[in-house]
């Protein structure tokens, strides 16, 4: 009994310390300690040169980043990258830097020190912090934030997007739209493995004008049109298949169902509605999936006032905007299809 409560003691701590690891985390990455590391061991003095900080400080949090195995000390003051590391180096495929970056940024962790508010209110912890109404109009009047998350968003759909084209077939669409497609990651992957398809990336002037670099690198440029617009006013038509990545878990009931009306307006009659998600199960039972899905409803929760959703609470979204549901289609990674027709 006694060394069941010291298990539950133990584990408890691990789980209400987590902000400490995600710190220690961040500030390494923005000192570039892992790119700074990439080409060998280091001691702390020498990374503190590199650094422009503390060096026994530094050498602390070294020794904090050995102890979750980002980096590994082979002698005594010397540090060595580990491959887990390695993920955090700019130039690494799949880094994740950007994710790193973005959940540590101050405008982040502000907005989950509100939880206990937005569980009282039902309101974000954005308006109540700021004052705008949506997070995406704390962007537009923030740049400096809206880079970090558009980089970190570009992240996020890099670790999925090859996942998403292997469980579904594309080919046999003339021309795919992305709506709120970001910088464009999951088009340039879904173009680059269906060479007979064109692509439409459309979203806010802010966000898309980072993309044209993003699908020249890719080899895609020339089978993309940009569009900016806003999907709450029109979304461009004449599509085969209209992608929503990422994008209606931004928004409560009535909004999202706005723009997958929106979405009916502009689809042709055999056109396909895609949306990608992280479908939550009816039980929350625990698992390290269902904590990465039910973790980021609360982030909606906190930041934009969306929810991640069951298949029937989505069935029910395509319904009321004149949709119909077809199918739930699983994928490699933590997302899923979502697919519809029109009505």
């Given at each position: 009994m006694e060394a069941n409560r010291r298990q539950r003691s133990q584990t408890l701590m691990r789980l209400v310390t987590g902000y400490q690891?995600?710190?220690?985390?961040?500030?390494?990455?923005?000192?570039?300690?892992?790119?700074?590391?990439s080409s060998g061991a280091k001691s702390s003095a020498a990374l503190?040169?590199?650094?422009?900080?503390?060096?026994?400080?530094?050498?602390?949090?070294?020794?904090?980043?050995a102890a979750l195995d980002i980096v590994h000390e082979p002698?005594?003051?010397?540090?060595?990258?580990?491959?887990?590391?390695?993920?955090?180096?700019?130039?690494?495929?799949?880094?994740?830097?950007?994710?790193?970056?973005?959940?540590?940024?101050?405008?982040?962790?502000?907005?989950?020190?509100?939880?206990?508010?937005?569980?009282?209110?039902?309101?974000?912890?954005i308006s109540h912090l700021f004052g705008t109404s949506n997070v995406f109009d704390f962007y537009a009047q923030h740049p400096e934030v809206e880079s970090v998350v558009s980089a970190g968003f570009t992240a996020v759909a890099e670790s999925f997007a090859a996942a998403v084209v292997e469980a579904y077939d594309f080919s046999g669409f003339r021309t795919v739209l992305d709506v709120g497609g970001g910088r464009g990651q999951l088009l340039a992957a879904l173009l680059g493995g269906c060479p007979g398809t064109t692509g439409v990336l459309f979203d806010l002037p802010q966000v898309v004008k980072a993309a044209a670099a993003l699908l020249e690198n890719a080899g895609v440029a020339d089978r993309c049109r940009i569009v900016e617009g806003n999907m709450f006013a029109s979304i461009p038509a004449g599509g085969d298949a209209y992608i929503l990545s990422r994008v209606i878990h931004d928004w409560e009931d009535?909004?999202?169902?706005?723009?997958?009306?929106?979405?009916?307006?502009?689809?042709?009659?055999?056109?396909?509605?895609?949306?990608?998600?992280?479908?939550?199960?009816?039980?929350?039972?625990?698992?390290?999936?269902n904590r990465d899905r039910f973790l980021s409803d609360i982030n909606m929760?906190?930041?934009?006032?969306?929810?991640?959703?069951?298949?029937?609470?989505?069935?029910?979204?395509?319904?009321?905007?004149?949709?119909?549901?077809?199918?739930?289609?699983?994928?490699?990674?933590?997302?899923?299809?979502?697919?519809?027709?029109?009505?």
């Open positions: 690891v995600a710190q220690v985390i961040f500030v390494a990455t923005k000192l570039d300690i892992p790119d700074l590391l503190a040169d590199e650094t422009g900080t503390h060096a026994p400080s530094l050498c602390r949090l070294l020794r904090a980043l002698e005594q003051d010397q540090f060595a990258l580990t491959s887990l590391g390695r993920g955090l180096c700019a130039d690494e495929p799949g880094s994740m830097r950007p994710l790193v970056l973005m959940h540590g940024n101050e405008n982040f962790w502000q907005t989950w020190g509100e939880l206990l508010y937005c569980v009282r209110s039902g309101q974000t912890a009535p909004r999202a169902i706005t723009i997958l009306a929106a979405c009916r307006a502009a689809m042709p009659d055999q056109a396909k509605l895609l949306l990608i998600e992280q479908v939550l199960p009816s039980r929350a039972d625990p698992s390290p999936t929760l906190v930041r934009t006032g969306g929810r991640e959703r069951t298949v029937e609470q989505y069935r029910e979204l395509m319904d009321a905007a004149g949709l119909h549901f077809t199918r739930i289609i699983p994928t490699a990674s933590r997302m899923s299809i979502v697919e519809g027709i029109r009505g």
